[in-house]
């Protein structure tokens, strides 16, 4: 039996068209090396190099309840 493959998302994009922010994708490092991105709107519709980045952290935030 191979090694399953797992992946963790390590970048998230978000667009601000001053009305509202919109998640348009999340980025995920696969344990293989390969790198994809799951869109959560229509591709088609937002161009990606307006996104404003941001990290995604794994680690729990200081507040217990979250």
């Known amino acids: 039996m191979g090694k399953r493959k797992t992946g ?10 001053g009305a509202q922010e919109i998640h348009l994708f ?11 991105r799951r869109w959560h709107v229509d591709p088609e519709r937002f161009d990606a190099d307006l996104a404003d980045l941001r990290p995604v952290s794994l680690k729990a935030s200081g507040a217990p309840d979250q």
């Open 26 to 36: 999340t980025d995920y490092r696969w344990n293989d090396g390969s790198v994809s």
């Open 8 to 17: 963790w998302p390590f970048q998230e994009g978000f667009l601000n068209d």
